[in-house]
């Protein structure tokens, strides 16, 4: 489940106007997703990767994460907790 996320976290961060996108935010924006995401498309995901090439295949199960990891990335967008985001604040 976490290589999915990590998958479409990759795909559209682009997309998802981050404010910062260091390693440390998309591990942030990971954790929250994983958090959000119901459990039982965790426990279908975590071990088959067929089961997970059908949720990817599936428009809502894709707009559910997408839509659940935008959310967590507006977030951690809003408040981004890294040192880059910091210095970057600082040099502003
Ligand atoms: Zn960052």
Same mark, same amino acid.
């Given at each position: 489940?976490?290589? +999915? %996320?990590?998958?479409?976290?990759?795909? #559209?961060?682009?997309?998802?106007?981050? !404010?910062?996108?260091?390693?440390?935010?998309?591990?942030?924006?990971?954790?929250?997703?994983?958090?959000?995401?119901?459990?039982?498309? +965790? %426990?279908?995901?975590?071990?088959?990767? #067929?089961?997970?090439?059908?949720?990817? !295949?599936?428009?809502?199960?894709?707009?559910?994460?997408?839509?659940?990891?935008?959310?967590?990335?507006?977030?951690?967008?809003?408040?981004?907790?890294?040192?880059?985001?910091?210095?970057?604040?600082?040099?502003?």
């Amino acid at each position: 489940m976490e290589d +999915v %996320v990590r998958d479409t976290l990759l795909t #559209y961060k682009k997309s998802m106007n981050l !404010a910062c996108s260091c390693d440390r935010c998309l591990d942030d924006i990971m954790a929250l997703a994983l958090n959000d995401l119901p459990p039982s498309y +965790v %426990v279908n995901n975590a071990y088959s990767p #067929y089961v997970r090439a059908q949720h990817q !295949a599936d428009r809502q199960g894709a707009t559910n994460i997408i839509t659940i990891i935008a959310k967590s990335a507006a977030k951690v967008s809003g408040s981004p907790r890294c040192e880059a985001y910091a210095q970057t604040k600082q040099h502003n």
